[in-house]
């Protein structure tokens, strides 16, 4: 079985039930995307399969139809990206555990809704838990990383 | 009510046994080991093979400055703060540094653990009986007691971690002036550098090795007016690594040929495993191994996925719990404690009247809790022929360390525990349970590395909970005052259960944790008892973030709230008449919450609850908006005011006050673990859900720092939450819920 991931071909074992999620941790080593649930009711493992954000651990690798983007894929901790950025900015993440598969789902809501409403901020953001309670920190960053598109500069 | 008949008698012997207690306590930990013992500076535990260790908390080797912070760093900014500590004397470039975690070793024990301990209310505290608590750190530091809870991290480090980076820098200044001939007083410190009066920089790793020869000098710390890191908002040194997925948690620990496992033991918690069959797990793909662990079994796999489908399909015949098998029958086993005499009496002021007409009474009720933090248990565990190597994230790497090496038949010195990021902790990660059975998995795998990753249901339904309790209030208002309040408290003990597992006895005396966030608050209340009765319950109950406050902070300021009712007052100014009298610093954060809040003028279809707790050193008053959104409630704001005294970086004190509140609305609000079958009927995030962005309330924190002793901050933000949403309910609604969670009985919005 292959995959794109981070724009890379990848070999990911034969098991074609195999999730997305186990893919990438366990056989491409690829621990930026955490477990959390197994049932996606956490969001922890959110990826992107061509831009639209996915629970990976629902996901089989032969159903896998697309270009794979994980945390390591949006930026490096040398070059970030202006989403983390914002995130490093508003100082989000406490135990950090969440902060990759939040940081994707919001990429994917700016990459189709460059300013969006608080309501769809909550639309958007309503499947991904975080027990540190890191939420209103989130919306900052998701509010500044939205004005950093639009040009309101650093 | 019972009553004995030589109470006065029994009071002054209580004070008396108690002080007695305390104090043989240090001195016995003085004389069985020997002063000397006592007083021995612990080992310097770093031996790197590269650079030098000045101290336990601090490498210099080529690169620069490490510095040790030997706490779990579980969200709550020790990384940040505790470095912050031995940069501010060291005058280290503080973003140049790297932390690490460090071994397990004696020399990073938490002094300030026995201080929190005492059965006294912390805020009534005197300064012999803080000397006291100074004097017992010797227990943990005889104990190795390497524990990061009860929000003692920052104030057991604040002296000796300054120290660490104040003795360093004296010492490289002298290692500058012997080589280079200058007058030491001329030297200044700067950036990581020693600076020679004509200006040339010598960077400390040039210096190292030389000051590894001298003595370290006494030190004088600096005056917190000269601080140039301490007392601002610092950039959290585990910030980058978190939002690029870079931070290694437990769980992505990657080794070399290592094996992917999962365990599945008896949801009968503490029940045997009677038989199992293996067989149809082995018959699935990419299964490749079932190992039988007595009480249960782990199944490795090609991945963690295939290990955990493996370990569904084993058939298992599992043995009854040790404990009733519903909750209607363990409620019924824990008020059953209530005919028992009680075990502690902690708070027992004047004469508590018989009963009379007017009396306030009330029964409430909290429920199991799990700790569901985001990243489920886990340890990967690598057995050679003589060593062990344990990687986790745990609160407590010593216990961690000599718990494996027991369980596998080694000496504590053959097992090396490597502490990661904790994807959460709030308490669960302080038990060894996850790293003992990945220690157990390894061991019947010598020579292959293997991590063991628990599924979610297996850590909702394996966990240590939040004990469920029930407590009985009697009170009388007389003249707009609180006459008189009785408090019955029944759970099972945290205390002795985690005691017993840690070292195998549960302590006597009265169980401070039990009844604290009842008895210890700073109330004028001129006759008060407040009486802990332990239930003898096997489910497995353990520290979750506040402890006993959780619960106890939910029953006192429930029940205040309704003596304001009672005496007609309004619910802020009532508690401030109590509190004013009695402790200052509590009195500011209440007035602070009100003002934030606007208390007193609420929007239609709003209404506002208040609650306050001192716990952990910390009085925080937190006011909770709720909201009318068609027949649902909608949490709509927050406001919380604390006094932790000196604050050493406020933006996170800030997060973690918003950490604790939404921590403990979600538990409130939602949460609860019940019993069917004997087993924990909750599996997931979709039966134990908590607070998501969309329904988390816009919160406002205000730090004040009047209070003279440093408090903790990663917990007191929790007790105060569930009172202020029930109390703000019953101003919305007017219906007062006096059993937990509120979803049982009004709708949220979801």
Not at chain 1, 112 to 129: H, R, Y
Not at chain 2, 33 to 49: I, M, T, Y
Not at chain 2, 260 to 281: E, K, Q
Not at chain 2, 665 to 674: C, G, H, P, R, Y
């Amino acid at each position: 079985m292959r995959l794109t991931v981070n724009g890379t071909p990848r070999e990911v074992g034969d098991d074609p039930d195999l999730p997305l999620l186990w893919a990438l941790r366990d056989v491409l080593g690829l621990t930026g995307t955490k477990f959390g649930c197994g049932v996606a009711a956490c969001g922890a493992c959110t990826v992107l399969i061509d831009g639209a954000a996915v629970r990976s651990c629902q996901v089989a690798v032969a159903d896998v139809r697309g270009a794979v983007t994980t945390i390591e894929g949006v930026g490096t901790p040398e070059a970030l990206a202006p989403i983390q950025q914002a995130w490093v900015e508003h100082q989000v993440a406490q135990c950090g555990y969440c902060q990759p598969g939040q940081i994707l789902q919001a990429a994917a809501l700016l990459a189709s809704n460059p300013n969006p409403t608080d309501a769809d901020i909550d639309a958007a953001m309503a499947g991904n838990l975080c027990r540190c309670g890191t939420y209103p920190k989130i919306r900052a960053a998701i509010r500044r990383a939205a004005a950093m598109a639009q040009g309101a500069g650093p | 009510m019972t009553r004995s008949a030589n109470r006065p008698a029994r009071r002054l012997g209580r004070y008396t046994r108690r002080g007695f207690l305390v104090a043989t306590a240090a001195v016995a930990g003085g004389v069985a080991f020997g002063v000397w013992k006592a007083r021995e500076v612990p080992p310097n535990p770093l031996a790197p093979e590269e650079g030098v260790a000045l101290n336990p908390w601090l490498l210099i080797d080529a690169l620069g400055v490490t510095v040790v912070v030997p706490r779990a760093e579980m969200g709550q900014g020790v990384r940040t703060t505790l470095a912050a500590l031995v940069a501010e004397e060291l005058d280290a470039d503080f973003a140049a540094i790297r932390v690490i975690h460090g071994p397990p070793a004696q020399a990073y024990y938490n002094g300030a653990l026995m201080e929190a301990g005492l059965p006294y209310p912390a805020y009534a505290l005197t300064e012999r009986q803080r000397w006291i608590g100074r004097q017992m750190a010797v227990l943990p530091k005889l104990l190795s007691l390497q524990v990061t809870g009860g929000s003692t991290s920052t104030v057991d480090a604040f002296e000796k971690m300054r120290l660490a980076g104040a003795t360093a820098r004296e010492t490289l200044k002298r290692a500058a002036a012997a080589r280079t001939g200058a007058d030491i007083a001329q030297l200044l410190t700067e950036a990581g550098a020693v600076v020679l009066p004509d200006g040339t920089r010598l960077p400390y790793p040039e210096l190292a090795a030389e000051a590894a020869a001298i003595a370290p000098p006494e030190v004088t710390l600096r005056d917190p007016g000269q601080w140039r890191l301490l007392g601002r908002p610092l950039p959290r040194t585990d910030m980058v690594e978190k939002v690029t997925g870079t931070a290694t948690f437990g769980a992505d620990v990657m080794l070399p040929g290592m094996k992917f496992a999962t365990v599945r033991m008896n949801p009968r918690l503490g029940g045997p495993m009677l038989s199992f069959d293996p067989a149809p797990a082995l018959a699935l793909g990419g299964v490749e191994r079932v190992i039988d662990l007595g009480t249960g079994i782990a199944v490795v796999g090609a991945t963690t996925w295939h290990a955990m489908r493996g370990a569904e399909a084993v058939a298992v015949d599992w043995g009854p719990a040790p404990y009733p098998e519903t909750s209607a029958e363990i409620f019924a086993a824990i008020a059953a404690a209530f005919d028992a005499a009680p075990n502690s009496t902690l708070r027992d002021d004047g004469e508590i009247p018989p009963p009379a007409a007017g009396d306030v009474s009330a029964e409430y009720r909290v429920p199991f809790l799990a700790h569901a933090t985001m990243e489920p248990m886990n340890a990967t565990a690598l057995r050679t022929a003589d060593a062990l190597e344990v990687w986790c994230g745990t609160q407590a790497p010593v216990v961690t360390r000599d718990k494996c090496a027991e369980a596998v038949g080694l000496d504590p010195a053959a097992v090396t525990v490597h502490t990661t990021y904790l994807g959460g902790g709030f308490g669960r990660r302080a038990e060894f349970d996850f790293a003992v059975l990945a220690a157990r998995v390894a061991d019947a795998m010598p020579g292959t590395p293997v991590k063991v990753t628990w599924s979610r249901a297996e850590d909702m339904r394996h966990d240590f909970y939040r004990p469920a309790a029930i407590a009985r209030f009697r009170g009388r208002v007389a003249g707009g005052r609180i006459a008189a309040l009785e408090a019955a408290i029944a759970a099972p003990s945290v205390t002795r259960q985690s005691m017993g597992r840690l070292a195998g006895f549960a302590p006597p005396g009265p169980d401070k944790g039990h009844v604290e966030g009842a008895f210890d608050q700073p109330y004028a209340i001129p006759n008060w008892r407040v009486a802990g009765h332990l239930a003898d319950l096997a489910v497995p109950v353990g520290f979750w973030r506040s402890v006993g406050n959780s619960m106890n902070a939910f029953f006192h300021e429930s029940f205040i709230d309704e003596l304001a009712h009672a005496a007609g007052a309004d619910p802020l100014r009532f508690r401030l008449d109590h509190v004013r009298p009695v402790h200052a610093p509590s009195a500011r954060v209440l007035e602070a919450v009100a003002e934030m809040s606007g208390w007193g003028e609420d929007a239609p279809g709003t209404a506002k609850g208040v609650a306050f707790t001192h716990s952990f050193g910390t009085p925080v008053a937190e006011v909770v908006e709720v909201a009318d959104e068609g027949g649902s409630i909608r949490i709509t704001r927050a406001w919380i005011a604390c006094d932790p005294g000196r604050v050493l970086d406020p933006a996170i004190v800030e997060a973690q006050m918003v950490s604790g509140l939404v921590y403990g609305l979600s538990a409130a609000a939602m949460q609860e673990i019940t019993f069917a079958g004997g087993e924990v009927a909750q599996e997931n995030f979709w039966d134990h859900d908590a607070l998501r962005l969309h329904t988390c309330p816009k919160v406002e924190v205000r730090i004040l720092q009047d209070n003279p002793h440093m408090g903790g901050v990663g917990e007191p933000g929790t007790p105060p939450a569930a009172a202020a949403l029930a109390n703000a309910v019953f101003a919305l609604t007017g219906q007062r819920i006096r059993e937990l969670p509120l979803r049982r009985s009004v709708r949220f919005v979801a």
